[in-house]
């Protein structure tokens, strides 16, 4: 990504609020704090089931949570993280985000993945498709769909695909006029997932390391440049889960009970480098282990937020922010 486009965006924060083992006056409590804050953005998550404990877990459906959220902030910017494709036909994600969008007055940004959880769609009885492979084929016509309806076209399906439009449109058009709904695609599958990237997408959320992430940056050009599109046309994203503390030991038996309480297990320890994994200390550590990524373009950080929602963490976060925007 250039200086110039760096410069463009500047520096975001956001907030990713998982919507389960939670009440949720417990969740919105958050969330309005976090507007007030002064966040950049607020997203949730899309299932059906928990992502933990085989899904025995209380969880909040993520539309009608967002739009609630709409409705109760004034400032951030909010998004799934990520709808999942699957569980919607793309003309009601169309509907739903432009519906979202008024309600926020033009502060909606659609995430769309491809789904990987089987046992939410079986338990549903929902198509989970023959593979990945199959799933982002369905995602990348579900992408063109929705962003088609979202510029103000008309919609009439191809033969051969998954989905069945016939003269379909769409009134009202979002917030801030026809297109204006910023399409997030997650992930870094080297050989479909850039691909679809590069030609639909206006946010790349991503993890990783440095190194891999570099790699998976010049594929991104490639496909870019094969449809003729600019890489800074595209803001890239990652983040970790972060707790904020000045004493290691109490910022581990904070996070102890997270994961407690979401029924997930620790995946490594202390300061870990790869954007995903756990990153505490005080608000310089958590500077200095995001400034790699900074370097390589990447100027807006996700903090996965999960219950017990951890309040120094929520009050101490923008900090981070205020260093690393010099």
Known sequence: MSAEAVGR????????????????EAMIEVVRRADELGYDS??????????????????FEAWTTVAAWAATTSRAMLGLLVCANTLRNPGLIAKSAVTVDHISG??????????????????????????????LAWLEESVEVVKKLLAGETV?????????????????????GPGTIPVLI??????????????LGDLWHVRGTPDTLS?????????????ERSLDEIEFITGNPVIIRDDPVEAEAVYASVL??????????????????LLFGPPEVIAEAWRPFLDLGFRYMIVDF?????????????EVRDLLAV
Not at 51 to 56: E, F, H, K, M, P
Not at 262 to 276: K, L, V, Y
Request: glycine fraction near 16%; aromatic fraction near 10%; charged fraction near 25%.
């Open 260 to 277: 407690r309480r979401n029924g997930q297990t620790r995946g490594g320890s202390g300061i870990e480098r790869a954007a995903g994994e």
């Open 186 to 199: 997650p992930g870094g599958g080297e050989r479909k997932t850039l691909r679809i990237l590069a030609r």
């Open 156 to 176: 009439t399906s191809a033969l051969g695909g998954r989905y069945r439009f016939a003269e379909a449109s769409h009134l009202p058009p979002p917030a801030r």
């Open 9 to 24: 965006h500047g520096f975001k924060l956001g907030l990713s609020v998982y919507p389960q083992e939670t009440s949720w």
């Open 42 to 59: 607020l997203w949730t998550w899309d299932h059906l089931l928990g992502i933990g404990r085989s899904g025995r877990q209380s969880v």
């Open 306 to 318: 999960a219950s017990p929602y951890d309040r120094e963490t929520l009050e101490r976060l923008p």
């Open 215 to 227: 790699h998976k940056i010049e594929l991104l050009r490639g496909y870019c440049d094969d449809a």
């Open 106 to 135: 033009g502060r909606f940004v659609l995430g769309l993945g491809a789904a990987y959880r089987e046992l939410e769609h079986q338990a549903h009885g929902i198509e989970f498709g023959s593979g990945f492979g199959e799933r």
